[in-house]
């Protein structure tokens, strides 16, 4: 009885909550403040919200609008406008797959750093201690104690993608069990069980967010990295690369093509207003990234800071001891002075320091812009360990980003289990609660391959590749397809019966004409991208230079990136094709029918 | 022939005996600087106290002389080595000096390069406490510091936070599928339950009444005819 009625939100706020949950996510704390460093401060707002305005929220718009009229799936919205599109629904589903592979793995990495701040001293605070406890350990003492406990400790990580020999990491395994096991809790009673959820996930992130703002303004230094931020840069604007950077940035931080919006809203009810929502989400997502950066660049100031001071009194240091003065003479205001002047009076001592005295450099510091697993891993938790009781801060910093990823794994898996349970052969032979099950036991099983320890080089060819080309394409065809397929005219009806009053003019402007300009420019760019840029490359750790170094990916390895987007992108056309000869045979067969009456 | 060997007088004896005296710190400062066997140490007080720092003055140097023979005692074993077995020379004001070691047995033999280093080894937390420094403070250039064992645990504290999360996320499942499955079947329960009573009904069938199908025995309230004296006091 119950199964007929479809289930749906207890009151709007869940959905509001849900959708902010899913779209603020990891994205707007490791990539908006590295593109607002590197395209020039305080100027990259404005492509990044002029974007907004011209893609973000009408787009955001015409996905909730699209499934809270269909009040099914991906799959089964996207048939129900057309027969011929039932595969841009197949492809939404597969790259949400892709996506909830690779993005829980990033779960269990913040599980692990979770429980291991729960110690005396964080165990990326110091070196490990060699075996005849002279000094540390090679790898750690040649890279930096942060950077040793994620690439060997976390991840084991080989030193290339073709060494993919020695098991999984048992307790990589066994947080990405315990990620997945959450995620199962979450979703298992669909919507009712996520909709409770959502009220924490979307909210204790700012919580911490703002705690953290008043720590990090509060750190020694914090104001160089938020001074640097905002001083505008205007003459990036000039760069194409800024407006390009903008534009994806917005499109992939909503969360767009990936069908979570259009489940989410399906199960609205008819007369939701989905088009403030639609404003106040995109508004409120932006938002955060803006805080998030700020928060990011006092951190940044901090650890520039800490770095650029740790530097001077180095030099310092190997002053007094080369020169043997008494301690005080140099203070670490004055050791640039003193090493000019001990350079023209001693130069004969001097000469045997020379290549040991560093260029401290605050700039070059700040300068050093990071993003992704990078920044989040190593960049801020190299700035914890310096923060007093560390432990607090690490604990606070890891659980948000836990509750950052988990809120967007909501709305991933949502996306999948939406469709599945829009199939009636199989809602009627599982329930609900099964059926979520294997999908998570299937992710769950795909993804321990990722816990190897090449598994970071494949876990960076998802990352790049599994869901940027395809969801450009999806996109475009999804704005082509309500335009210009199901009619904007038919589209403003719709909208109209469920909202009461027809799409603003300048909605309308967007979805027929801008945005799939946009979205065309963005897809070519991308594939010029791919062909000028040769083989793919990627990052490799070097344990014996403890740093990354650059590699090609091998043939393996570039068939799978291949295949990855073949995957996704085919399924518009082969669908279409199947709906397309379906009609043929059946209207064959019908006109055979009427044939054989007519004959009788 | 008998040459005439002129015996050393008193006042000779005592002035060779004075010079030997007042050679010795010269011999033993020789000793100190022009030895390959010397380790050179640097302290850092400001570094490590700020403005609270201790003054660097004999009596330190005294202090720093007692450990280090402490230190030879420990390594040796022999209670032979003395302060004055410590020689420490080339003082600057950074406040690092040259130290050497000489045999108890022979003040002009020094102790090799490689015991002393041991020796340091061996007591160089008990060093570092005495004068309240670190390893960084308190450099002996050369020589390696030992690092304190990383604390060991039994099981690591990360599982036992894990143990605990995945136990409580473990029940939470169980609790809610039990209620789901709980709910079904009393869901099936009520179904049964109303087609059986809906037999009931049809069984015991009386006259057909409105009063039968209210299945209530007692009747109903009908206020109207009431004895309720409570209003109609007039």
Not at chain 1, 185 to 202: C, D, E, N
Not at chain 1, 403 to 432: E, F, Q, W
Not at chain 1, 569 to 576: D, K, N, R, T, Y
Not at chain 2, 27 to 56: H, M, N, P
Request: glycine letters at 6%; proline letters at 4%; one cysteine or more.
């Amino acid at each position: 009885m119950s199964k007929d009625v479809r289930p749906s939100w207890d009151n709007p706020m869940q959905f509001v909550l849900a959708c902010v949950s899913y779209a603020v996510g990891l994205g707007n704390v490791w990539r908006f403040p590295y593109l607002c460093q590197m395209h020039g401060g305080g100027g990259f707002l404005i492509p990044y919200l002029l974007m907004l305005l011209l893609e973000g929220i009408p787009l955001f718009c015409m996905e909730l609008a699209i499934g809270q009229k269909m009040r099914l799936g991906s799959i089964g919205a996207w048939s129900s406008i057309s027969p011929y599109l039932s595969g841009l629904g197949v492809a939404s589903v597969i790259t949400s797959l892709y996506l909830c592979l690779y993005y829980n793995v990033i779960n269990a990495w913040s599980f692990w750093y979770l429980f291991h701040s729960f110690q005396s001293v964080l165990p990326w605070a110091e070196c490990p201690v060699n075996s005849n406890r002279t000094g540390f350990v090679e790898e750690c003492a040649v890279a930096s104690p942060t950077q040793f406990f994620f690439y060997r400790e976390t991840l084991n990580i080989s030193s290339s993608m073709e060494e993919s020999g020695g098991g999984l990491h048992m307790g990589q395994a066994l947080c990405l069990v315990l990620a997945w096991v959450i995620v199962y809790l979450f979703i298992v009673r669909g919507v009712k069980s996520t909709g409770v959820v959502v009220y924490f996930t979307a909210t204790f992130p700012y919580v911490v967010l703002f705690i953290y703002l008043i720590r990090g303004v509060t750190l020694h230094g914090a104001w160089n990295g938020v001074k640097y931020m905002f001083t505008p840069k205007l003459e990036q604007l000039a760069n194409p690369q800024t407006w390009i950077n903008a534009a994806t940035q917005i499109f992939f931080s909503l969360g767009l093509g990936f069908g979570s919006l259009i489940a989410f809203s399906s199960y609205n009810h008819h007369h939701n207003d989905f088009e403030k929502q639609a404003i106040a989400v995109s508004l409120i997502n932006s938002g955060t990234s803006i805080f998030a950066s700020v928060v990011t660049f006092a951190i940044y100031g901090f650890k520039a800071t800490f770095n650029y001071e740790s530097c001077l009194e180095r030099n310092r240091l190997l002053l007094l001891n080369t020169f043997d003065l008494s301690e005080g003479t140099i203070s670490v205001e004055n050791v640039t002075a003193w090493i000019s002047q001990l350079n023209s009076t001693h130069p004969d001592i001097f000469s045997t320091i020379t290549d040991k005295i560093q260029d401290c450099s605050l700039e070059a510091e700040l300068d050093t812009a990071v993003e992704g697993t990078g920044l989040a891993f190593i960049v801020y938790s190299e700035a914890i360990k310096n923060m007093p009781v560390p432990q607090l801060w690490s604990v606070l910093y890891f659980l948000m980003l836990l509750l950052l990823g988990m809120g967007s794994m909501l709305g991933n898996v949502t996306a999948i289990i939406t469709p599945l349970a829009d199939i009636k052969i199989l809602s009627r032979t599982l329930s609900d609660e099964t059926i979520n099950g294997l999908v998570c036991l299937l992710c769950l099983l795909l993804g321990l391959g990722f816990t190897s320890p090449s598994g970071n080089y494949w876990f960076t060819i998802f990352n790049e590749y599994a869901a940027t080309l395809s969801l450009l394409f999806i996109v475009f065809i999804e704005v082509i397809s309500v335009c210009y397929v199901y009619g904007l005219k038919r589209f403003e009806k719709d909208i109209e019966d469920m909202l009461g009053h027809r799409p603003h003019w300048y909605l309308k402007l967007m979805w027929a004409l801008v945005s799939p300009l946009l979205l065309l420019c963005l897809f070519i760019f991308y594939i010029i991208n791919y062909i000028q840029g040769g083989a793919p490359t990627y990052q490799a750790w070097d344990k014996h230079m403890g740093k990354s170094v650059v590699k090609e990916y091998p043939v393996y390895g570039q068939v799978f990136i291949a295949l990855l987007l073949a995957s996704s992108l085919s399924c518009v056309p082969i669908a279409a094709l199947y709906a397309f000869c379906r009609r043929k045979t059946r209207s064959a067969v019908r006109e055979e029918h009427s044939n054989t009456n007519t004959a009788e | 022939m008998c040459v005439k060997v002129q015996m050393p007088s008193g006042e000779m004896i005592t002035g060779f005996l004075l010079t030997i005296i007042l050679m010795s710190p010269v011999v033993a400062q020789d000793l100190c600087k022009e030895s390959k066997d010397g380790f050179k140490v640097r302290i850092s007080l400001k570094t490590a106290f700020g403005d609270d720092a201790y003054e660097w003055n004999e009596s330190e140097k005294f202090l720093f002389r007692s450990t280090l023979a402490y230190a030879m005692r420990k390594k040796t074993g022999e209670d032979t080595y003395n302060i004055e077995n410590i020689l420490v020379c080339n003082d600057t004001k950074r406040v690092s000096f040259i130290f050497v070691v000489t045999l108890p047995a022979d003040p002009t033999q020094l102790i090799p390069k490689e015991e002393v280093e041991r020796a340091v080894r061996q007591s160089k937390h008990r060093i570092n406490n005495a004068f309240l420094l670190s390893d960084m403070t308190l450099e002996f250039v050369g020589v390696p510091p030992t690092l304190a064992v990383p604390i060991q645990y039994n099981t690591p504290p990360w599982l036992i936070v894990f143990g605990v999360v995945i136990g409580i996320v473990a029940v939470g499942i169980v609790a809610l599928l039990m209620s789901t499955v709980s709910k079904r079947r009393r869901a099936k329960a009520k179904d049964a339950g109303f087609d059986e009573d809906e037999d009931d009904e049809g069984i015991v069938k009386e006259n057909g009444t409105a009063l039968s199908g209210l299945n209530k025995k007692d009747g109903v309230y009908n206020p109207g005819f009431s004895n309720d004296e409570r209003f109609t006091k007039l």
